[in-house]
T-cell receptor, first 115, second 113 residues
Framework: DTGVSQDPRHKITKRGQNVTFRCDPISEHNRLYWYRQTLGQGPEFLTY????????KSRLLSDRFSAERPKGSFSTLEIQRTEQGDSAMYLCASSPISSGYHGYTFGSGTRLTVV | DQQVKQNSPSLSVQEGRISILNCDYT??????FLWYKKYPAEGPTFLISISSIKDKNEDGRFTVFLNKSAKHLSLHIVPSQPGDSAVYFCAASAGGSQGNLIFGKGTKLSVKP
């Protein structure tokens, strides 16, 4: 397994367009997380899944954002009607349910630029 | 309201010396703390963690100290190497090792040869 994979690495879109990002977690990991990181800030939690169930969503996840993990494997994050404030690095991470004292594994992220 | 604070945006140390990165938190419900390292154009990489039931955890050159009464933790890197140059994020969780994480803004460490 090569780790957490995110696609695309970069996305430039015009304001008002919809975008979708994909995350493929480490295969044996049950949990999958989405974070967003803006310039000069640390990653901010958006949502997480345990298998196919979305268990928690941050208030940062407005109605324009939707995430799915239909078969408990890969996940997609869609942003509708993008705004310039959505420009950020979108990070996906995964972990097994019981990982002991180990943090979860992040992907390299998708950098979104809204123009 | 920043629940996890890293008040030093940057730190520069000489190779071979000790690097000390600091982190303060405000939420007494946090029970698990982690440090991540991030290189440009890559996602954060897990470095070391500590549970609130401990006050120290060591892994090779990296040691994390937790002072619960002061709500403060620190990461010590000894000896520092040029390859340690990166942004270091402190993170905390109120759900043990599986909770979602609250990150600080990061400290950029530069280790000079």
């Amino acid at each position: 397994d090569t780790g957490v994979s995110q696609d695309p690495r970069h996305k430039i879109t015009k304001r008002g367009q919809n975008v979708t990002f994909r995350c493929d977690p480490i295969s044996e990991h049950n949990r999958l997380y989405w974070y967003r990181q803006t310039l000069g800030q640390g990653p901010e939690f958006l949502t997480y899944f345990q298998n196919e169930a979305q268990l928690e969503k941050s208030r940062l996840l407005s109605d324009r954002f939707s995430a799915e993990r239909p078969k408990g494997s890969f996940s997609t994050l869609e942003i509708q009607r993008t705004e310039q404030g959505d420009s950020a690095m979108y990070l996906c991470a995964s972990s097994p349910i019981s990982s002991g004292y180990h943090g979860y594994t992040f992907g390299s992220g998708t950098r979104l630029t809204v123009v | 309201d920043q629940q996890v604070k890293q008040n030093s945006p940057s730190l520069s140390v000489q190779e071979g010396r000790i690097s000390i990165l600091n982190c303060d938190y405000t939420n007494s419900m946090f029970d698990y703390f982690l440090w991540y390292k991030k290189y440009p154009a890559e996602g954060p990489t897990f470095l070391i963690s500590i549970s609130s039931i401990k006050d120290k955890n060591e892994d090779g050159r990296f040691t994390v100290f937790l002072n619960k009464s002061a709500k403060h933790l620190s990461l010590h890197i000894v000896p520092s190497q040029p390859g340690d140059s990166a942004v270091y994020f402190c993170a905390a969780s109120a759900g043990g090792s599986q909770g979602n994480l609250i990150f600080g803004k990061g400290t950029k460490l530069s280790v000079k040869p």
